[in-house]
């Protein structure tokens, strides 16, 4: 509903403003008053898991830096995902610039600030400050937002330059769901002595290799993310979400403005549909498909094709990104 576009819209654009005000860096305490650093005495960089939020760890007495500011960069992802404008991540870019600007030379190896308090930048680190940087490179699709993303191996593999990497990444997770399974029949912890999300390392679900090779799409985590794929599968003849039975997609090429997906049919008696759509919400716009030397020309957000018993395909789509406004209807739902 246009309200809700309209008011997402509103508050990430404040928090943009406040970026801005603030030197590029987002402040993590907001005063009632609208104000940086209103409820911490002025300080930008105040509040809980904020910039400066260095604790003791019972357990331990160790120091614990917690800044998760980082998290905010989903809304940046929302308005961006209404709106396909820049700034958003724009933003993003310019805060990871000033962080890594502080950059100084410690026992001869340069490191890296992830915290800011009184007494200025700490907890330093050999990494860049990176946070987001995949996110921003996905929906972007910039090269220059590849930084610090070179030896990201899905990245080479949509690139064509790791071959291996589907069948790696689909063993890797099969071996993490054995490894977990295992693990959870040798737990030998009792309901009362162990917290709630304990069991959580134990989950044998694994869907790395599914969500990128099938969808080229990136973890929504738990967030208030949306999920960002570049493609969407339906099954018309059962009317619901999903690649049909017997069928299998694999994206292996991606750029700005093409994708390739091969589809096939392990059917060997009985032929499938299937509704490819561009965009988790149709949020692209398909200009054409090509087929070996054919190519078809249109203008929507989704394809359907139809899969002889055992036959498969690959298409390459040409697709303008961001150029539709999202929806969740389904495509036969749709005017």
């Not at 869907?207 to 599968?233: C, E, F, I, K, N």
């Not at 018309?236 to 299998?248: E, K, L, N, S, V």
Request: glycine fraction near 10%.
């Amino acid at each position: 509903q246009k309200k809700y576009r309209t008011w997402l819209i509103d508050y990430v654009d404040a928090w943009v403003g406040r970026m801005k005000r603030n030197g590029d860096i987002i402040p993590s305490n907001i005063g009632l008053d609208g104000t940086i650093g209103g409820e911490t005495d002025g300080k930008w960089y105040g509040g809980t898991y904020g910039w400066g939020f260095t604790v003791i760890v019972p357990q331990t007495g160790g120091l614990a830096h917690r800044n998760r500011q980082y998290w905010g960069f989903v809304g940046m992802m929302n308005a961006y995902f209404l709106t396909g404008d820049d700034k958003y991540l724009d933003a993003w870019r310019k805060q990871t610039a000033r962080v890594n600007a502080q950059k100084k030379v410690i026992d001869g190896r340069d490191m890296y600030p992830r915290m800011y308090g009184d007494d200025g930048w700490y907890n330093w680190v050999p990494q860049p400050y990176s946070f987001n940087q995949l996110e921003i490179y996905y929906l972007s699709m910039k090269p220059g937002d590849r930084r610090y993303l070179e030896n990201d191996a899905w990245l080479k593999f949509l690139d064509g330059d790791n071959n291996s990497y589907a069948e790696q990444a689909l063993r890797r997770d099969l071996a993490e769901v054995r490894r977990r399974a295992a693990a959870m029949d040798g737990d030998t912890t009792t309901p009362d002595t162990r917290l709630a999300d304990d069991p959580a390392k134990y989950n044998p679900a694994q869907v790395t290799a599914l969500r990128q090779l099938m969808v080229a799409g990136l973890d929504p985590g738990r967030r208030a993310s949306v999920w960002h794929t570049r493609l969407r599968y339906f099954d018309p003849a059962r009317r619901r979400a999903g690649i049909p039975d017997d069928c299998a997609a694999m994206i292996d090429r991606m750029t700005d403005s093409t994708t390739r997906v091969r589809l096939v049919n392990t059917n060997q008696l009985e032929s499938r549909e299937v509704i490819v759509q561009a965009g988790s919400y149709a949020e692209h716009t398909i200009h054409s498909v090509q087929l070996g030397d054919t190519t078809t020309r249109f203008k929507g957000p989704t394809v359907r094709v139809k899969l002889a018993p055992g036959a498969g395909g690959t298409l390459t789509l040409t697709v303008d990104r961001h150029s539709r406004q999202p929806t969740m209807h389904f495509p036969w739902d749709r005017n």
